[in-house]
């Protein structure tokens, strides 16, 4: 089993940042994908960005491009995601990811924190 805790959420004006943490623990798959995601109210979760095992392969949803980086810490056993420039919508819970890939795919989820963005 595997273990999310996503921190760093909170309340921020428009055009502030945050930075969001994720710490993972259990017996972690060493080939792996982690990512964030997210989901506002009335709207279904969202990829925003993941991370492969070296860092090697990074992609980002189209919104969040040029704002937002990911970033892994394997030693730490961490992942994070850097908000730079927000906005209103970009409010919404976020969830820190973690997708085994093989032998069986399979993805653990966090409990999510919320971000909210507003003035």
């Known amino acids: 089993q595997v273990q999310l805790v996503e921190s760093g959420g909170g309340l921020v004006q428009p055009g502030g940042s945050l930075n969001l943490s994720c710490a993972a623990s259990?017996?972690?798959?060493?080939?792996?994908?982690m990512g964030w995601y997210r989901q506002a109210p009335g709207k279904q979760r969202e990829l925003v960005a993941t991370?492969?095992?070296?860092?090697?392969?990074?992609n980002y949803e189209d919104s969040v491009k040029g704002r937002f980086t990911i970033s892994r810490d394997n030693a730490k056993k961490m992942v994070y995601l850097q908000m730079n420039s927000l906005k209103p919508e970009d409010t919404a819970v976020y969830y820190c990811?973690?997708?085994?890939?093989?032998?069986?795919?399979?993805?653990?989820w966090g409990q999510g924190t919320q971000v909210t963005v507003s003035s």
């Open positions: 990811n973690l997708h085994r890939p093989y032998p069986i795919p399979y993805n653990y």
């Open positions: 259990g017996s972690i798959p060493r080939i792996n994908i």
């Open positions: 991370i492969t095992t070296t860092g090697s392969s990074i």
